[in-house]
Nanobody
Framework: QVQLVESGGGLVQAGGSLRLSCAASGSRFRVGIMGWYRQAPGKQRELVATITSGGSTNYVDSVKGRFTISRDNAKNTVYLQMNSLKPEDTAVYYC?????????????WGQGTQVTVSS
């Protein structure tokens, strides 16, 4: 099994910044792609950003230029630096990781961390 523990959410004013962290732990795992998704009230969960073990990144258009995803492979940790936050960024943010090693190969999710941006 792989456990993902998130931290760093909170309340911030529009234009402010927050940094999310997510650490993966467990036994017999190798984390491949990692990322962040978010779900706002009444909306479907959406991809925010992903990063491969080699450092290739992908972002949803609405956060490009404002959010930066990064990872520390030695620590199995992924980060999301969020700048110039907008009220529409308010959501529960979920960490995602893919474990490439059997027998626990598959998708894993964190418990979610609330990000609230006030106008």
């Amino acid at each position: 099994q792989v456990q993902l523990v998130e931290s760093g959410g909170g309340l911030v004013q529009a234009g402010g910044s927050l940094r999310l962290s997510c650490a993966a732990s467990g036994s017999r795992f190798r984390v491949g792609i990692m990322g962040w998704y978010r779900q706002a009230p009444g909306k479907q969960r959406e991809l925010v950003a992903t990063i491969t073990s080699g450092g290739s990144t992908n972002y949803v258009d609405s956060v490009k230029g404002r959010f930066t995803i990064s990872r520390d492979n030695a620590k199995n940790t992924v980060y999301l630096q969020m700048n110039s936050l907008k009220p529409e960024d308010t959501a529960v943010y979920y960490c995602y990781a893919f474990n490439a090693v059997a027998p626990t190969r598959g998708d894993y999710w964190g418990q979610g961390t609330q990000v609230t941006v006030s106008s």
